[in-house]
């Protein structure tokens, strides 16, 4: 089977998440281990072998919107820049 079909299936198994349900399932477990949310994400991601599958989505979900919204823009904010030449 090709690769991209396994990504695909993957992709599309179970039911789909909300970003803001993925962040209450973090939350949550986190809460419930006396973590902070950090703390929680690191345990989550040390231990994807025992935790629910639910937990698994909502930690990969969270780390890809947390990837996205760290990575490097093109052009670097420039508060000196001129506007309207």
Do not use: W
């Amino acid at each position: 089977m090709p690769t991209g079909v396994i990504i695909d299936l993957y992709a599309n198994k179970g039911a789909k998440m909300e970003m803001k349900t993925a962040c209450q399932i973090v939350q949550d477990f986190a809460d419930s281990r006396g973590l902070g949310l950090l703390e929680g994400l690191q345990e989550m991601g040390d231990h994807l072998d025992y935790i629910s599958e639910q937990e698994v989505r909502a930690y990969r979900m969270f780390m890809r919107a947390g990837r996205e919204m760290m990575k490097p823009v093109d052009e670097p904010y420039n508060p000196y820049g001129t506007v309207g030449s």
